[in-house]
């Protein structure tokens, strides 16, 4: 306006002394007032850039979440390009579990998917939520043997943070003809013994599906068993065995051969 208002006093004076000439561009002032527009519209660009760096200031999500970690106070001056936080997607919040190899084949081999709970306690409270398969096995690991799945919420656990422990409650498919037996029944060398009606011990060739710290769940046999439970050092098929059943319910096995040992059917 200042430019404006010189350019016009300063060709006011010029008509009064050179009446109808054309003044010059110095006496008009039009490098000046070219210029000073110059200037005012770079200040117009430089407020458009400190509001779009105001705006900037405000953090949100374009999903629901919470917030992790944040290293920004009240007045604090901020630079763009650098990180201030850590959020997460609520919908993404996941259990990952470790799990054998011998396992993963009923969990993920079968065509039924499995009915999943994840249970949990946090502040206090027990919470049960419905689960599924979120992501399999990609790899092994080779020293362990174990794989990790990943299983995900069907519901959105928004009462949940990462880090809480919680246990998974898997009911596979319905397995038929099948023995449930004691996790004791596996001898060294991961033979399995049972007795035949003359009281000989033969081993049992079947296969495991399933088994954790307590039993055994083995499939491909017929008709009743009896498995030997302790371990028979030195035993050898064929073997005949006298039972002893003076300790009530779990009747000892005894080698009738001197290099046997006792043990429970």
């Known amino acids: 306006d200042l430019e404006i208002a010189e350019a016009e006093a300063a060709l006011a004076a010029w008509k009064k002394v050179n009446k109808n000439k054309t003044p010059p561009e110095l006496v008009a002032r039009t490098p000046q007032k070219v210029e000073a527009l110059a200037k005012l519209n770079a200040a117009k660009a430089q407020l458009e850039d400190a509001k779009l760096d105001l705006q900037r200031t405000s953090f949100s999500m374009p999903f629901t979440g919470r917030v992790l970690s944040t290293s920004l106070e009240q007045g604090q001056y901020v630079s763009a390009g650098q990180s201030y936080g850590m959020v997460y997607d609520i919908n993404t919040l996941e259990v990952r579990a470790s799990l054998e190899d011998k396992k993963l084949n009923w969990l993920l081999g079968s065509d039924e998917d499995p009915v999943i709970t994840i249970d949990a306690m946090y502040l206090g409270k027990e919470k049960t939520y419905k689960g599924y398969i979120k992501r399999g096995v990609s790899s092994l690991n ?61 081993e049992v060739d079947a296969e495991i599906v399933y088994l954790d710290k307590d039993v055994l769940v083995l499939s491909g046999l017929d ?25 009530g319910a779990s009747p000892d096995v005894k080698s009738n051969d001197q290099r046997g040992a006792v043990g429970d059917v």
């Open 223 to 247: 008709g009743e068993k009896r498995f030997v439970t302790s371990k028979l050092p030195g035993a050898v098929e064929g073997m005949k065995v006298n039972i002893d059943a003076s300790n």
């Open 142 to 202: 080779a020293q362990t043997r174990f794989a990790t799945v990943a299983f995900g919420f069907k519901d959105i656990p928004g009462d949940l943070v990462p880090g809480v422990f919680v246990d998974l409650n898997i009911k596979g498919p319905k397995l038929e003809d099948v023995y449930i037996v004691p996790v004791d029944v596996v001898q060294k060398g991961s033979l399995i013994w049972a007795l035949d009606k003359e009281d000989r011990i033969y």
